[in-house]
C-alpha cells in the first residue's frame, strides 16, 4: 500500500442533504400556513355573502307579508265602509219617506220639536256608531233643524 496515495475528496456544491431538508420543511410550512389563512378567509367571506342573502331574502318576505297585511286590511275596511253607505241610505230613504207624512202629523210646535230631537238623536248614533262622517252628521243636522 502506497501511503502517498492521494485521497480526493469531492468538495459539495449547495447545501447538504440536512439543509435541503430543512429549507423544505420550512417551505411546506409556509404553504400549509397560507393555504389555512386563504381557506379560513374565503370561508368568512363565503358566510358573509350567505348571511347577507339570507337578510335580503327575509327583507323581503317581511315587506310581502306587510303589503298582504295591508291589501287585507284595506279590503275590510272598503267591505265596512260599503256597508255602512249602504245603511246610511237606507236611513236616509225612511227618513224622506217619512218626512212628507210628518209635517202633516205634526200639528204643533211641540210635536215638530219632539221629531227632531228624535231624528238629532237617531243622527247621533249613526255617528256614534261610525255610519255618518262628522261633516254627514253636521249637514243632515243643519237640515233638520231647519225645517
Do not use: H
Amino acid at each position: 500500500m502506497r501511503r502517498n496515495a492521494r485521497v480526493t475528496v469531492n468538495t459539495r456544491r449547495g447545501p447538504g442533504l440536512m439543509g435541503t431538508m430543512a429549507r423544505t420543511a420550512v417551505i411546506a410550512g409556509t404553504a400549509t400556513a397560507v393555504s389555512t389563512k386563504t381557506s379560513a378567509a374565503m370561508n368568512q367571506s363565503a358566510q358573509a355573502k350567505q348571511a347577507a342573502q339570507q337578510a335580503q331574502v327575509q327583507a323581503m318576505v317581511d315587506q310581502q307579508l306587510v303589503e298582504q297585511q295591508a291589501q287585507t286590511e284595506q279590503q275590510q275596511l272598503q267591505q265596512q265602509l260599503a256597508e255602512q253607505q249602504a245603511q246610511l241610505q237606507q236611513l236616509m230613504q225612511q227618513q224622506t219617506a217619512s218626512s212628507p207624512a210628518a209635517p202633516a202629523m205634526a200639528a204643533s210646535d211641540s210635536d215638530a220639536a219632539s221629531i227632531r230631537i228624535m231624528k238629532l238623536k237617531e243622527l247621533g248614533a249613526l255617528r256614534d256608531a261610525g255610519i255618518l262622517t262628522e261633516d254627514e252628521f253636521q249637514s243632515e243636522k243643519a237640515r233638520v233643524l231647519a225645517g
